[in-house]
Each structure stands twice: as C-alpha cells, then as structure tokens.
T-cell receptor, first 114, second 115 residues
Framework: ETGVTQTPRHLVMGMTNKKSLKCEQH?????MYWYKQSAKKPLELMFV???????ENNSVPSRFSPECPNSSHLFLHLHTLQPEDSALYLC?????????????FGDGTRLSIL | SQQGEEDPQALSIQEGENATMNCSYK?????LQWYRQNSGRGLVHLIL?????REKHSGRLRVTLDTSKKSSSLLITASRAADTASYFC???????????????FGKGTLLTVNP
C-alpha cells in the first residue's frame, strides 16, 4: 500500500468516449503528478499540481484535461483519444514540488483505446 | 528529452548473486533517485542521493554517484527472487526558473533474479 490509490485499474474505451481517471492520496502531500508510461519509452511527465494549482503542462494534447479539486484528489478527463494514447497512466504525489522529494506512485490505470 | 539512461537494458542473475545497474545522465543535477517497478504496479522509491554525496546505503542497496562522469550505479547485494523488477533512475536537474521539481526518468533496467 503506497498511500496513492488510482481507479479504475483497467479501462478500455473507444475513440469517441469520454472517461475519467481518478487518483487519491492519503499521505498529506501537497503536490500531485500525472505520468504516461508507454512500452519501450521513458516515463513522461504530463501535469503537475501544487496546492491545487497547475504548475506544469508538459505540452499535453487538449484531449487530456486534468482537474485537481483539492490536494488529495486528482482527475484526468479523457475525450476523443487516439490509439497511441494507449498506455499505463500513473499518478504520483510528493510532499512538495521542491527538489529532493521522493515521489509516491499509485499502481496506475492501464488504458486501451480501441 | 531523456536525461537518465540505464544500462544494461536487461539483467538476469541467480538468487544470491549481486546485481549492478548503471545510470548515465547528460546535464548537471541536484540529486538522483532510484525507483523499482514490479510488473503491473507503480514505481516505488528506493533511495535518493544528492549531488554532493558519493555513496549511500539502504539495507541491501548501495548507490554511488560520480558527478564528474555523470553516472550512478545501484548495487543490490545477495539478490532474491522478489527483487525481480524494473529499476529506474530519475534525475532532478536545476533550471533557470528555480522550480527544480521535474524528475526525468530513464527507460529502466529489467532485472530477473532466478531462484
């Protein structure tokens, strides 16, 4: 148990569907992150939130829309995705966005786009 | 752009042997972290070493950092089958904006420990 919970664990959706990924952390952290992990590629940072405010959008297409209603919850809203968006989406949290902060990861949502 | 790069890409050893994985990076860093990922799970933080440190230990883990060569190594001693996982290095590099919180990960080393 890492203290970071992601739901659902698996998601299959068509390109025209709308779905949302959810992340919740019980660690009292103030920073939360979305990463994309594709086969044979390094982990890609997508978004960073610090005290509910977005501080980083790593040139992510607008079909991915993050939402952070409070420091404990993070969502990733998905709309009109492409087959290349199939990947493992990982949420992480850390105490702050300052350097030298270990990140705590959830077990991810395995997303498959038909 | 990819900062850290692990070597080898895959490593297979027998239980009880030591496993050494290496990480090279391109630009100067504040600190370097190692993570483990079991199949189908998220990443787990193992150890953090700061740029002014040369070696750090945690249980059966030993991490070294050579900033002159821009490289780090992770040694797992007396390996166990449960150590089978992918291992990633992540660098935390300073930037001009001062917001040095972006971790850049490598592609990882897949370690298999055979019973």
């Amino acid at each position: 148990e890492t203290g970071v919970t992601q739901t659902p664990r698996h998601l299959v959706m068509g390109m025209t569907n709308k779905k949302s990924l959810k992340c919740e952390q019980h660690l009292g952290h103030n920073a939360m992150y979305w990463y994309k992990q594709s086969a044979k590629k390094p982990l890609e940072l997508m978004f960073v939130y610090n005290f509910k405010e977005q501080t980083e959008n790593n040139s992510v297409p607008s079909r991915f829309s993050p939402e952070c209603p409070n420091s404990s919850h993070l969502f990733l809203h998905l709309h009109t995705l492409q087959p290349e968006d199939s990947a493992l989406y990982l949420c992480a949290s850390s105490l702050s966005i300052a350097g030298a902060q270990p990140q705590h990861f959830g077990d991810g949502t395995r997303l498959s786009i038909l | 752009s990819q900062q850290g790069e692990e070597d080898p890409q895959a490593l297979s050893i027998q239980e009880g042997e030591n496993a050494t994985m290496n990480c090279s990076y391109k630009t100067s860093i504040n600190n370097l972290q190692w993570y483990r990922q079991n199949s189908g799970r998220g990443l787990v933080h193992l150890i953090l070493i700061r740029s002014n440190e040369r070696e750090k230990h945690s249980g059966r883990l030993r991490v070294t950092l050579d900033t002159s060569k821009k490289s780090s190594s992770l040694l797992i001693t007396a390996s166990r089958a449960a150590d089978t996982a992918s291992y990633f290095c992540a660098t935390d590099a300073p930037n001009s904006g001062g917001s040095n919180y972006k971790l850049t990960f490598g592609k990882g080393t897949l370690l298999t420990v055979n019973p």
